[in-house]
């Protein structure tokens, strides 16, 4: 693990997991935010809200881990873990929580909020596309598509946790 972060300064350049890609500039709650959103091979998406939060999904559109409020969060079992790095002495020790129901509720809600405003600003057409890796008008339609099953899982919008590491 990395004992510094930083932001990444290019996603559409540095995001070479996604094979397909696109930037779009949008407003979310009356301020302006890029969106970078991007699919692997296997069909998973992942959306980047400027350097705030990431969401990444699998191919079936449940969430497998997120980024937000300084916080990586993963799926774990019935509820998501969160991450918290604690650097001390000269070292970087990770700490899980899990996420109690309400914690998990309001995750959902704010991820829920986030993913409605995006979905509703690409039906309207009121995006304004910076970049494109891939074809454009198709990821846009990917995009709406996988959004709209991402927001028909309700409650039960979590991954099988994530396969240990070897």
Known sequence: MARQ???????M???SALAERIELLTELNGTQVVVTAGYRRDGSLSLYFDQDAFFQFTSEGLLRRAWRDGLLYRSQGE????LYRNRAAGQVVLERTDLTAEELSEFRDTMTAMLTLLSANL????????????????ILIEIEKSLKDILSCGETFLSSPLAKRR
């Open 123 to 138: 039906n309207s057409n009121s995006v304004e596309v910076q970049r494109v890796v891939g074809d454009r008008d198709g």
């Open 13 to 15: 350049r540095e995001a």
């Open 5 to 11: 972060e930083e932001d990444k300064e290019d996603l």
């Open 79 to 82: 509820t998501l873990a969160s």
